[in-house]
């Protein structure tokens, strides 16, 4: 009898770069799809379309680790590259020179002096304020740096910019979510007081593959020698997991697909966390009526933030989210830097993607969409624990605003495409 050969997953990137979504998975009709599902997301069929949006599939075999504190986060991080064997890919949009990035320095030195390849990758833009220096420290110390889309030769590119926050060792051990690499997330010396509240996830197993996959990508395009990744042998158990990233040209339209139909299938609660809002008026109408079918929507926005022009502009939808049923609250203990979903305390996301024109349009983004309930149950506490921390917006207060903030709403709403 022949045996059947045992499929492999190869190191090539999913969905294709020009792919055209069919009209019947674009993210304005998807939700029919999605709503249709029997038992929403726990329904097969819901995996099914998801690889039917995205063309990826969905990895199991995975332990998830959320991460809600910066000091754990980077604990896991130097953790993990110390007990790396062949090599540690880091892709940050900013990576600071101070006590955090010097820190992720030496701990990437001791992998070099062991024999660890250690590649890390910044965007040009984001870390900016990092003086060349440091860059030229790190290769003088065996580290291979590149610097995505820098000004110049790239002048004309500079609105597409590598948003991504991965570290992926040895293809086993991977973490994204909403960190930068910075003294903001674990130092009451921020400028904007206090640590910043953000999440990332560790995940070990087959999902940190396709997230070394995903890393190669932006590497070799800004000029970085190739990687060579081992095929992927399937696996079973564990928390399955869907790796949905993009970058200009690939995987947007897919994205906003990937969203709209989680929204649709939602069926109890739909808990939303992020940064900068500034969407599109589809998301608002797909959130409205999420609420509108009985479903607890709630959105956690910053009360403090580092850009309060994007804040502003997250505020002229208010009005709107309101109206629809859907409930906003805004954090108040510290700057909220989170990009977060769960949904039916079965399905999290977590990951670089924010709800505005950018990310969707320009940015390189890296999100994990996870199957699990006890992942879920995990994001539905810490979202608790941060509603603790907030003020509900609600219909009446909103309109007591003066009109002085109306007029900036306005202004920063009408920004909404060029931040």
């Known amino acids: 009898m022949r045996l059947r050969k045992r499929r492999l997953w190869r190191p090539f990137?999913?969905?294709?770069?020009?792919?055209k979504l069919p009209p019947e998975l674009r993210a304005d009709a998807v939700g029919s799809l999605a709503a249709a599902l029997p038992d929403g997301l726990r329904d097969p069929g819901f995996q099914i379309l998801l690889r039917r949006i995205d063309q990826s599939p969905l990895l199991e075999g995975n332990r998830v680790r959320a991460c809600f504190r910066g000091p754990e986060t980077f604990e896991a991080m130097r953790a993990a590259i110390d007990a790396a064997r062949a090599e540690v890919l880091v892709e940050s949009y900013i990576f600071k020179d101070d006590a955090t990035g010097r820190s992720l320095l030496e701990t990437f030195v001791r992998a070099v002096d062991r024999g660890v390849r250690v590649c890390v990758l910044a965007d040009a833009f984001g870390s900016i304020a990092t003086r060349r220096a440091f860059w030229n420290e790190m290769r003088s110390r065996g580290v291979e740096v590149r610097l995505f889309n820098p000004l110049f030769p790239h002048l004309l590119t500079q609105p597409f910019r590598d948003h991504r926050k991965?570290?992926?060792?040895?293809?086993?051990?991977?973490?994204t979510g909403g960190m930068n690499i910075g003294d903001e997330y674990g130092s009451g010396l921020s400028a904007h007081g206090g640590p910043w509240r953000d999440t990332h996830?560790?995940?070990?197993?087959?999902a940190a593959w396709a997230m070394a996959t995903v890393f190669t990508e932006a590497w070799i395009a800004a000029g970085g020698s190739p990687i060579e990744l081992r095929s992927l042998a399937p696996e079973e158990g564990g928390v399955a997991v869907l790796v949905l990233d993009s970058r200009p040209g690939r995987g947007h339209g897919e994205t906003a697909s990937a969203l709209a139909a989680i929204v649709a299938a939602a069926r109890k609660r739909l808990?939303?966390?992020?940064?900068?809002?500034?969407?599109?008026?589809?998301?608002?109408?797909?959130?409205?009526?999420?609420?509108r079918r009985g479903v607890d929507v709630r959105i956690l926005l910053p009360g403090r933030s580092d850009v309060p022009l994007?804040?502003?502009?997250?505020?002229?939808?208010?009005a709107a989210l309101l109206r629809r049923g859907v409930r906003v609250f805004e954090y108040q203990a510290a700057v909220l830097h989170?990009?977060?979903?769960?949904a039916d305390d079965f399905l999290s996301v977590a990951g670089s993607t924010n709800l505005d024109f950018r990310s969707f349009h320009f940015n390189a983004e890296c999100n994990l969409v996870m199957l699990d309930r006890e992942t879920a149950r995990a994001f539905s506490e810490a979202f608790e624990a941060d509603l603790a921390q907030s003020a509900e917006i609600t219909p009446a207060l909103w309109a007591r605003r003066s009109l002085l903030h109306r007029m900036y709403d306005a202004f920063a709403r009408g920004l909404g495409p060029f931040l």
Do not use: E, S
Request: aromatic fraction near 10%; charged fraction near 20%; proline fraction near 5%.
């Open 271 to 291: 808990w939303i966390t992020n940064a900068y809002f500034a969407p599109r008026r589809r998301a608002v109408r797909v959130l409205g009526d999420a609420a």
């Open 13 to 19: 990137l999913r969905p294709a770069a020009g792919r």
């Open 166 to 175: 991965i570290l992926v060792v040895d293809c086993a051990t991977g973490f």
């Open 310 to 318: 994007v804040r502003h502009a997250g505020h002229g939808y208010y």
């Open 338 to 342: 989170a990009k977060t979903l769960v």
């Open 201 to 206: 996830v560790k995940v070990d197993g087959p």
